[in-house]
């Protein structure tokens, strides 16, 4: 039986390990992004290709972007093929430090943009996460292009980093991206003039907090994947036996 997207999504869940915690201090860690594409021949053939930090990685029908172009973003991408299962599934956390009077708790709003995509016989798994709330959106077998857009509530105390995480998951033959910004709650801002001046949002480094470009169309993540097929070489039968997660 093929593996599903949330047992996918979990193991990716297990490679990050500062999630869902706010860290001491006001140094701001690095973004920390990993993921993989898994492709699995009916015959018996496997090919995994996987990345830790920011960037690409795909091979002849999977391909995942983990990005910070402008804001934190991530996107996975799989194609439907009937000879293949196929999988691209990544994890992408950075963060925020609310600089302003110490000892202030901060009201905020995450707000996002989910999309989930399954296509006609895939799965699309896509989430975001902040330390007091989730959104998660799933496409399943057939559904159309889904695409949700609100905010989840945070609050956080000043001069102390705290995460954002972002999931996405494909399989054989979907689409899924989540692209988070993060505000100041307007509604206590205008309650609190002096102290909301005082405020300031920073990031981690080279992060910019705003959505990133729109995710591209089915067709042009197609393209984006006979390029990296083209590098990656390909598909090689017989490289390591299938595992038996993926038996019949």
């Not at 997207?5 to 690095?30: F, Q």
């Not at 963060?95 to 995509?117: K, M, Q, R, S």
């Not at 956080?156 to 899924?176: C, K, M, R, S």
């Amino acid at each position: 039986m093929a593996r599903c997207l949330t047992a996918v999504a979990a193991a990716a869940s297990a490679a990050i390990v500062m999630s869902g915690s706010a860290l001491a201090g006001t140094t701001i860690p690095a973004i920390s992004a990993f993921g993989s594409v898994e492709t699995y021949n009916y015959t018996g053939s496997f090919e995994e290709k996987s990345r830790s930090g920011l960037g690409n990685v795909g091979d002849n029908y999977s391909s995942l972007y983990l990005g910070d172009d402008p804001g934190g973003y991530i996107a996975a991408n799989s194609l439907l093929d009937p000879g293949f299962q196929t999988i691209a599934t990544g994890k992408l956390t950075y963060f925020v430090v609310i600089n302003g009077p110490a000892g202030l708790e901060v009201p905020l709003e995450v707000g996002y943009t989910l999309i989930a995509n399954a296509g006609p016989a895939g799965e699309a798994y896509a989430e975001v996460d902040t330390n007091l709330a989730s959104s998660v959106l799933i496409s399943r077998f057939g559904q159309s292009q889904s695409i949700f857009t609100g905010s989840l509530p945070d609050h956080e105390p000043t001069n102390q980093a705290f995460d954002i995480v972002l999931d996405a998951a494909t399989y054989n033959g979907g689409f899924a991206s989540a692209d988070p910004v993060v505000e100041v709650d307007p509604t206590w801002a205008a309650q609190n003039p002096t102290e909301a001046s005082q405020l300031s949002l920073s990031f981690s480094p080279g992060l910019v907090n705003g959505f990133g470009a729109p995710a591209p169309e089915p067709a042009a993540w197609a393209m984006m994947l006979l390029g990296l097929g083209a590098i990656g070489g390909v598909l090689r039968s017989g490289r390591k036996a299938r595992p038996a997660a993926f038996a019949a």
